[in-house]
T-cell receptor, first 112, second 112 residues
């Protein structure tokens, strides 16, 4: 167990809807990164938050957005869901922007 | 060319044998290298990280890094059926903002 928690565990949405995924980082970690993992592929970096500011973004459209709160928990929001957004969404926390990242259990999103 | 490449497998090894996993990367600016293990339906779990050329050992696992050849490998000694999983190689270039770039993973099957 890494101490990183995510909710919900599973989620089913329809095309065009919006979704919010949540992550609580490991105690003492102030950096949260989000990844998308499609079936059979490696995780792809979405963005990272450090001390409530976005600190790097991958090749994802603006309908993927995020927040980090003062307690370092984080949200990933996806608007206008598409079928290809079906994936495992992973949150990883790290200590003070050091790059050893520890993953939470993930949220499995299915878009119908 | 993919940024991080791994043979997808499956790599089938008998119980007790050595499993050898390879990973190549394209960005010479990559500075840190990670191996994660991912069981089916679960999130990635950190096994090893390595920053310097050479070998790093942790229990039954040895990571090897050769920056000149842009090559990182993972050896699993005395393979056990519980080692059956997908192994993900990830690289980080600090200038890219501490994002991890993953390969597609190598599936390992350890047969009793």
């Amino acid at each position: 167990e890494t101490g990183v928690t995510q909710s919900p565990t599973h989620l089913i949405k329809t095309r065009g809807q919006q979704v919010t995924l949540r992550c609580s980082s490991q105690s003492g970690h102030n950096t949260v990164s989000w990844y998308q993992q499609a079936l059979g592929q490696g995780p792809q970096f979405i963005f990272q938050y450090y001390r409530e500011e976005e600190n790097g973004r991958g090749n994802f459209p603006p309908r993927f957005s995020g927040l980090q709160f003062p307690n370092y928990s984080s949200e990933l929001n996806v608007n206008a869901l598409e079928l290809d957004d079906s994936a495992l969404y992973l949150c990883a926390s790290s200590l003070e922007r050091t790059d050893t990242q520890y993953f939470g259990p993930g949220t499995r999103l299915t878009v119908l | 060319q993919k940024e991080v490449e791994q043979n997808s497998g499956p790599l089938s090894v008998p119980e007790g044998a050595i499993a050898s996993l390879n990973c190549t990367y394209s960005d010479r600016g990559s500075q840190s290298f990670f191996w994660y293990r991912q069981y089916s339906g679960k999130s990635p779990e950190l096994i090893m990280f390595i920053y310097s050329n050479g070998d790093k050992e942790d229990g039954r696992f040895t990571a090897q890094l050769n920056k000149a050849s842009q090559y990182v490998s993972l050896l699993i000694r005395d393979s056990q059926p519980s080692d059956s999983a997908t192994y993900l190689c990830a690289v980080n270039r600090e200038a890219a903002g501490n994002k991890l770039t993953f390969g597609g993973g190598t599936r390992v099957l350890v047969k009793p």
